[in-house]
């Protein structure tokens, strides 16, 4: 946990290195002992962690011990941080092998009114899912943690029962409860590399030899990536320093203090050996090794740079001047490993069955080791995870995230990210510009404001003539973009509007079997007419939803797969895995089409006057595709919406792309042509409430639940995957679980996510995905909703609904059916 308590009590000799296991951990941190620790206690004994020098020589011994589960807006997240702190609890009356785990409490600080609403926002979602949390005032902080300076602090919110660990002694706990398991450990041992044939795991080739197993685990830590590249798995996550200090004893420090942590001044604080430990997430870090973790790295420490740290340290040590004059007995510095967007890397490798990571987890691995290991070691035993992944899947990462330029500059800010004010919108800064729309350069001209979009240049939103595209400040409010956003909603809603959409994912799928491999993965019928677009999900055997996108049948052998930018990886893993020795493959066609979609009651004015094609509602219905000329170009014109209105998506070889806009631009005049960026796209589809896969619906969500039952053709010859668990559903009676739709009475306060839904007073679920309604006029949002009855409309109309915006409630209005447009009269005009 510190320094002085690097070398502890290691495990017993164990026999040599086996030449066969079921399943092979790498790494013998925190994560890696927690795997081993979960897998035993799921019956899968025959398990060996490999260790290359002792258990928790890599990070986990040098971490600061904070087990807090406050912070976090993500269901995932929040459970894996209480079973957690419940596992360290009771880890010693299990295995006689303390875990140091003392719950003095903990305390957030907001020093600022951004930071004041965010706590507000999370400690109401913390408590829906079962943290008890409270707001205190700046004089009950003092009370509690009294060498705090609190006379410019607004509030604390304050968990009893969180408190500290010790990092070293819960890893030794959870190796002690594997052991005890069956499972075997080995120090002492490293991995070169894992050994696979046709695309499966095989084994591992270590120092003493290989071992022949069906499964690994890739737990290796800061070295994940470098072990991952040795078999083309992307885990691009990067050492950066980080530092705390230890003060010498001070008088008057009691141990029993809860631990105090303060984003706005980058420090949190703890007793420590009589004094104070002074840690620092600083907005600034400097990256460490780029070019790679030195192998016989272990139970190290890196110089500390005081001429760059200095002044974060002593902004952090003025919230309790105390530190200031004491001495100070460590400066220390160590490395910790960051993801490109702070979220671990978890999962099944894309490419590779049975290859599965768990890396990348920014700091927090100590305070959700425990979860992350039950996560994935039931996952691996029950072929398919419990949780919400959708947010740190591995397949979620791209090959460019692994150059040394793209790590360097992404992990300068990611640090420092676990301390900002996560304002809504927040976009990275850096390592930008790496993928860009063939029209990128065209939207700069029209002034668009671009975000991060898993990498593309996103324009988000467009700024007037003679006004310069930026953020002039982050906020929880309405920003200086809200009147554009809201002028280009409207656009869509009453004239026509132009979206870049080339970050969308796109598969080409041939062969003469890929229209049987996609009628099986897709819950709709897909092979049907060629020259149709067919909106489905892809699910899995228990019947949850594992993608969400349109399959367009362009000739009997061939069809465009179109799903999310953050669905890209996981897509391709998923037809991977299901195609087996059929005659089809997949081509990823995602930068090779832009996508440009014109959407609004005018747009099929503007396309006709661009194609000699018939574009009349009866030569081109709903959900047709065809190929047509715009200009000089062929485009593929599909019609079909994600925002409730008539309207087109065109696809176009990358080359053309320009050249069609400029046409489409031309033409537009005519018919007050505008620019819309993806805060319209956000608005106009919650309107309608239309599905975003990651966002509103996730893999712990069936079909039926989140309301896609109409895409869902059960009695098509063949079935498909997942269709007896649809049907067991179905059968068994009314949902009780359901997605549904949600709208603020008040015009004012907006939603973003997690606010918690109310009826009758009764907390009954949450938002997951929100924004504002400029045509309903108030914010709207999606919720997953249970009800201890049939959750039907009678249901909804009979309740009284509110939902919690940052500690008010706020009266509310409900619907199963889209609030906008419910007969989808508008999309088939």
């Known amino acids: 946990m510190i320094p002085g308590n690097r070398r502890v009590t290691t495990l017993p000799d164990m026999s040599d290195v086996p030449e066969r296991a079921r399943v092979v951990v790498i790494g013998g941190g925190i994560i890696g002992t927690s795997i081993a620790y979960h897998l035993g206690h799921l019956g899968w004994s025959d398990v060996v962690l490999l260790e290359r020098d002792r258990l928790t020589s890599g990070t986990t011994w040098h971490a600061a011990g904070l087990m807090t589960c406050f912070g976090s807006l993500s269901e995932t997240s929040m459970s894996m941080r209480q079973y957690t702190r419940e596992l ?24 600022d009114a951004g930071r004041l609403e965010e706590y507000r926002r999370v400690a109401a979602f913390n408590r829906h899912v079962g943290l008890d949390v409270h707001e205190i005032t700046p004089s009950e902080i003092a009370d509690l943690f009294p060498w705090a300076e609190t006379s410019d602090l607004l509030a604390g919110f304050y968990v009893p029962q969180d408190g500290r660990v010790n990092p070293v002694d819960a890893t030794m706990a959870l190796a002690k409860g594997a052991r005890m398991q069956g499972v075997r450990i080995v120090e002492g041992v490293s991995v070169d590399r894992v050994l696979t044939e046709r695309g499966r795991v095989t084994g591992v080739a270590t120092s003493s030899g290989e071992i022949e197993c069906e499964y690994v685990v890739n737990c290796a830590g800061m070295w994940a990536r470098q072990l991952g590249e040795r078999n083309g798995v992307a885990i691009p996550l990067q050492a950066a320093e980080h530092y705390y200090l230890i003060t010498e004893p001070i008088d008057g420090v009691d141990p029993a203090w809860p631990v105090f942590e303060d984003p706005s001044r980058h420090g949190y604080y703890r007793e420590e050996g009589g004094g104070l430990m002074v840690g620092l997430f600083e907005p600034v870090c400097a990256p460490w090794s780029i070019d790679g973790i030195p192998p016989d790295f272990s139970f190290g420490e890196l110089s500390p740079d005081w001429d760059r740290m200095g002044p974060y340290v002593e902004r952090a040590m003025e919230r309790v001047p105390i530190t200031l004059e004491a001495g100070i007995r460590t400066f220390f510095c160590g490395p910790e490993s960051f993801t490109p967007d702070l979220a671990p890397i978890v999962g099944e490798a894309p490419d590779i069955d049975n290859y599965f990571v768990a890396a990348g987890m920014n700091s927090v691995g100590i305070l959700t080791g425990g979860g992350m290991g039950r996560i994935v070691a039931q996952w691996i035993v029950d072929g398919r995870p419990d949780v919400d992944v959708t947010g740190f899947n591995v397949d979620r990462m791209h090959e460019y995230q692994l150059t040394a330029r793209y790590r360097a500059e992404r992990t300068v800010e990611t640090l420092g990210m676990v301390y900002q004010t996560h304002f809504p919108g927040r976009s990275m800064l850096t390592a930008r510009g790496i993928k860009r729309s063939p029209i990128h350069d065209r939207l700069v001209e029209q002034r668009a404001y671009f975000r991060d979009v898993s990498g593309w ?102 069809f465009l797969v179109v799903a999310s930018d953050t669905a890209h990886g996981h897509v391709r893993a998923w037809l991977r895995r299901h195609t087996g020795d059929a005659r089809a493959h997949a081509t990823d066609v995602t930068g090779a089409l832009a996508q440009v979609n014109v959407q609004g009651p005018r747009s099929r004015e503007l396309l006709q006057s661009c194609t000699s094609a018939d574009l009349s509602n009866e030569a081109f219905p709903f959900r047709a595709a065809a190929y047509i000329d715009i200009g000089l170009a062929r485009v593929l014109c599909v019609r079909i919406t994600y925002l409730g209105e008539l309207g087109y998506e065109l696809y176009i070889p990358a080359e053309h792309a320009s050249h069609v806009y400029d046409e ?147 009266p509310a209005t409900t619907s199963l059916r889209p609030m906008y447009d ?4 508008r999309i088939r005009r």
Request: net charge negative.
């Open 457 to 558: 240049e996103g324009a988000d939103w467009f700024a007037p003539p003679g006004v310069e595209p930026r953020v002039e400040e982050l906020s929880w409010g309405r920003q200086n973009w809200f009147p554009y956003w809201e002028q280009e909603h409207r656009a869509v809603r009453e004239g026509v509007g132009l979206m870049d959409m080339s970050f969308m994912s796109k598969t080409l799928v041939e062969g003469p079997d890929a229209g049987r491999v996609l009628d099986r993965v897709s819950a709709n019928a897909v092979d049907g007419e060629s020259g149709v677009i067919t909106y489905t999900q892809w699910l899995n055997d228990g019947g949850t939803i594992e993608a969400d996108l349109t399959v367009t049948k362009l000739a009997d052998d061939r």
């Open 664 to 810: 489409l631009l031309r033409a537009g005049e005519a018919v007050g042509l505008r620019h819309t960026g993806l805060k319209a796209l956000a608005s106009l589809r919650m309107e309608k409430g239309y599905r975003d896969y990651g966002h509103d619906i996730d893999n712990t969500d069936s079909v039926l639940e989140a309301g896609l039952g109409f895409a869902v053709a059960l009695d098509k010859p063949g079935g498909f995957v997942g269709r007896d668990a649809v049907l067991r559903q179905k059968e068994s009676g009314p949902l009780r679980r359901r997605l549904l739709q949600v709208r603020l009475q008040d015009p004012e306060p907006l939603m973003h996510h997690a606010e918690i839904v109310l009826r009758d007073g009764v907390e009954v679920g949450y938002v997951r995905a929100a924004s504002y309604g400029h045509t309903l006029g108030a914010a709207v949002g999606l919720a997953m909703v249970e009800a201890p009855e049939p959750l039907t409309g009678e249901w909804l109309a009979a309740g009284v609904w509110e939902v919690d915006v940052a500690g008010a409630r706020v």
């Open 822 to 825: 419910p007969a989808n009269e």
């Open 88 to 111: 360290y609890s009771r880890l010693e009356a299990e295995t006689g092998q303390s875990t140091g785990f003392r719950p003095v409490g903990f305390i957030e600080a907001a020093a």
